[in-house]
């Protein structure tokens, strides 16, 4: 069954959409009351710079849609220290000193998710303003018949530094090999660089050749190195780091992976984001520190923010020679019941390797499942990762829709050698048949992205039966049941940490979901 999923990753890239189990309520049930909730994010903002330009991330407890939507900023505690200037003139006012209200005049829609970008402000310090400067900026979100949410940030104010990658490194290699990548922090500013952080985006088959007290892991994921190094102006500092590509690697292929720079101030405000969505960075390894060249400790001093985020990116480009291929197959199900009763039918894909299929970078479902319901049967309880299908196109505004004849799922976008994926479909047993069959086909080809190099399409298709003969009709493509249990564990909900650099400082990928029993 589907795993209820409480938040968001990250603002920023979309993906798929909000995928919550399906579930009955009692007609007597008090609907509870829409909540609605707001987030603005820590931030360090550089003396003589124009600052940062930045938005609140708006919630609701469930979707809906609002009328008279409005953000009220109060920054009186940054009096003298900072101004906010809306993105778009037009849609706020200035009731007050130190206080811009800005509101909607169309309908919006809310959800759990969480959307960005509206009501953007332009966070500038001013003229008077100080290193070591900071206080409180404090956000409400109000909506017509609801209760309005608050939530309270820090802004603080530092010297300005340029930090800047390396130029990207291109790698050749087979599933298993170990190799090395260069890791260079440069200062191509004017201010001594106190310290900064790596944060990674490796794709999952770049594994760490070794775990760094300095660093932190997520699994077998990478997510950050922190340094304390000064780096001066016009200095290159660089480490030689070890990975591994993983014997799942899939080959032909290529592996990306990315860093990016951020000043020690900058990153405490990113892990206070994280935290508050209920992410961690991960573990410190254990192997002892990762160390720059021409290392040179400091004394943290004040507050840090980088003037130009546009060049703190790096990253590799892995060639991956070899063969090393996927073989999904098609889980289907046997149930059987009295007419009238509801039977659980668990279905999905199972990945017999010996590859991985990694589709995160894209944002693609590894594959889709098709799903024909039984005859004498009706479908009454769907998961929202699957629509109503009508043999070429599926129904994403009626998502989770009970009564459809076939429906189109999606599993996730990563699927480990080995794994299985699947969906829970409520069956409700109409007429009692011997036999009554339906279908499990998966990598149906479309004009769409997915997969399309299945190593083993023989079992692409898998039976779906409800009350089998006592002779035994089988429900796996290949003649055999396929096993539907809950396999190992649930597919990790972290995602990479992609890292945006823009104006408005660093927006992350959004938090999939774990969308699929794995």
Not at 62 to 69: A, D, H, Q, S, T
Not at 81 to 93: F, H, M, N, Q
Not at 484 to 509: E, N, R
Request: proline share 5%; glycine share 12%.
């Amino acid at each position: 069954m589907l795993k209820n999923s409480t938040r968001r990753w990250l603002a920023g890239l979309g993906v798929v959409g909000a995928f919550v189990a399906a579930s009955a309520t009692p007609a007597a049930a008090e609907e509870p009351a829409v909540e609605l909730g707001v987030h603005m994010t820590d931030m360090t903002i550089a003396v003589g710079t124009e600052g940062k330009v930045d938005s609140p991330t708006l919630y609701a407890s469930e979707p809906i849609v609002v009328n008279g939507l409005t953000v009220r900023y109060d920054y009186r505690d940054l009096a003298g220290k900072v101004t906010l200037k809306p993105e778009i003139s037009g849609e706020c006012s200035t009731p007050e000193e130190n206080v811009l209200v800005c509101q909607d005049p169309f309908e919006v829609g809310l959800d759990d998710w969480g959307i960005g970008g509206l009501f953007s402000v332009a966070i500038a310090p001013t003229k008077d303003a100080e290193d070591g400067d900071s206080g409180d900026l404090k956000v409400t979100l109000s909506a017509e018949g609801l209760q309005p949410a608050s939530h309270t940030s820090t802004v603080k104010i530092g010297e300005g530094v340029d930090l800047a990658g390396g130029t990207e490194v291109k790698i050749t290699g087979k599933p298993g090999d170990a190799f090395t990548s260069s890791l260079v922090l440069a200062n191509v500013g004017k201010t001594a660089a106190k310290g900064a952080v790596a944060i990674f985006d490796n794709d999952r088959a770049i594994r760490p050749g070794k775990h760094y007290s300095n660093c932190t892991y997520e699994g077998d994921q990478l997510r950050t190195c922190r340094f304390t190094d000064t780096v001066e102006p016009g200095d290159t500092l660089t480490a030689e780091v070890p990975y591994l590509l993983g014997a799942d690697t899939y080959a032909p292929g290529r592996e990306y992976g990315y860093h990016n720079w951020m000043t020690l101030s900058e990153f405490d405000d990113f892990v206070g984001y994280l935290s508050s969505m209920g992410v961690t960075i991960g573990k410190p390894g254990t192997d002892g520190p990762l160390t720059l060249t021409g290392q040179k400790m400091t004394q943290r001093g004040s507050f840090q923010a980088d003037v130009d985020p546009e060049n703190n990116w790096s990253g590799m480009e892995i060639t991956v020679t070899g063969k090393n291929g996927v073989d999904l197959a098609a889980i289907g199900d046997m149930v059987s019941g009295k007419a009238g009763a509801v039977v659980t039918a668990t279905v999905g894909v199972r990945n017999n390797g010996p590859a991985s299929l990694d589709f995160n970078r894209s944002g693609t479902p590894v594959t889709k499942i098709d799903v024909t319901i039984p005859t004498g049967t009706t479908a009454v309880e769907v998961p929202d990762v699957c629509m109503p299908f009508d043999g070429e196109n599926a129904d994403w505004e009626h998502a989770g829709e009970p009564g459809a004849n076939a429906y189109r799922c999606y599993p996730d976008y990563y699927i480990a050698k080995d794994e299985e994926q699947t969906v829970d479909l409520g069956l409700r047993i109409d007429t009692v048949t011997a036999n009554a069959e339906g279908k499990v086909v998966i990598n149906t080809k479309c004009e769409c992205e997915g997969f399309v190099d299945d190593t083993n399409p023989a079992n692409d298709n898998a039976r779906l039966v409800v009350n089998p003969a006592a002779d035994g009709g089988q429900g796996g493509g290949d003649g055999g049941l396929p096993v539907t249990g809950t396999s190992t564990g649930l597919i990790a909900g972290l995602g990479a940490l992609l890292l945006v650099a823009g104006v408005g400082g660093y927006v992350v990928a959004k938090r999939r979901r774990t969308r699929f029993v794995a």
